[in-house]
């Protein structure tokens, strides 16, 4: 008897239909859909590939903002490591009962709430270096990067709201305002700062590469099993492993790269404060 032997079970159970499955039977799981567990293997293969590239690509970089700014970018696939090995040992999978109104309803659904926790870890650091790339001033730098970090944790928070289909909404949309914010920096604020720093064509290659990508995961979201179960979770997982490829590895190498190479601008376009002894501009 479930109740006898594992109470706090139960009470977990009853508390919001958590997961009842120990990690062994999660990485189990896992390994048995060959399709998931290749959609992190693949990933961890090239994270760890990208970390041994970037640090080779920057063996020559003397300037300190751009060393910043490769420092940042190195932590991207550094971070990416270890949360696809998370999701591959299962450490950071749950299996969750869908409340009632979702279209599986009372199963239990396989929920890598780890992505969502480390991307709250990785984003930041894309945001820092495009910020450092753009020119952009602390002020804008520190709203970009909360409101960021915002939109990660209220999307976790949407993708472990058990107890109703609506509220799970809810945090969703909360997740999107967030979003709508960062966009704004990086739409509106930052192109003009790029245009002064004169970084603006790659800064805008960049931006365009990382809003078009970044789209894609609230569209995963919602289209995959948290959301209307119009994708299996394999397929979802597929989605989000591929546009993790363009949004952090290509990209951080066609920053990185060109970073290497264009340093002396880079070391002009103090106007963060950071790392320049307190300077800053007025816009
Ligand atoms: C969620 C769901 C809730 C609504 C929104 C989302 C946006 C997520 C984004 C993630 C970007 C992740 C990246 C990771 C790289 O390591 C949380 C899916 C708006 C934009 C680039």
Not at 49 to 75: A, H, W
Not at 178 to 198: G, H, N, R, T
Not at 205 to 220: D, K, M, Q, S
Request: with cysteine; hydrophobic share 50%; glycine share 8%.
């Amino acid at each position: 008897m479930i109740e006898t032997v594992t109470p706090e079970i139960v009470t977990i159970t009853q508390a919001g239909g958590a997961a009842e499955l120990s990690q062994p039977e999660v990485y189990q799981r896992v390994r048995q859909n060959i399709s998931l567990n290749l959609s992190f293997w693949a990933n961890i293969g090239l994270a760890g590939l990208s970390v041994l590239l970037f640090v080779y690509m920057g063996r020559n970089v003397k300037d300190s903002r751009s060393q910043l700014i490769f420092v940042s970018t190195l932590m991207v696939p550094l971070v990416s490591l270890s949360s696809y090995l998370g999701l591959a040992s299962g450490l950071t999978i749950s299996f969750l009962e869908m409340p009632a109104g979702h279209a599986l309803a009372g199963e239990q659904i396989l929920t890598m709430w780890g992505r969502y926790l480390t991307w709250a870890l990785s984003t930041p650091m894309i945001l820092l270096a495009l910020g450092l790339l753009a020119g952009s001033n602390l002020t804008k730098l520190f709203t970009i990067i909360v409101m960021d970090i915002g939109m990660c944790v209220t999307g976790l928070a949407a993708a472990l709201t058990t107890s109703s289909y609506g509220l799970r909404w809810v945090w969703y949309l909360i997740s999107c305002a967030f979003f709508a914010a960062v966009l704004y920096i990086l739409l509106v604020e930052w192109p003009k700062d790029a245009e002064v720093a004169d970084t603006d064509d790659i800064f805008n290659v960049l931006r365009n590469l990382t809003v078009a990508l970044w789209f894609g995961y609230p569209i995963f979201w919602a289209l995959g099993s948290e959301g209307f179960a119009v994708l299996s979770v394999a397929t979802t997982s597929w989605g989000y492993s591929l546009l993790d490829i363009g949004a952090k590895y290509v990209f951080a190498f066609l920053l990185l790269r060109w970073v290497a190479a264009h340093q002396g601008i880079i070391s002009k376009t103090a106007t963060t404060g950071i790392g320049t002894g307190g300077r800053t501009t007025v816009d």
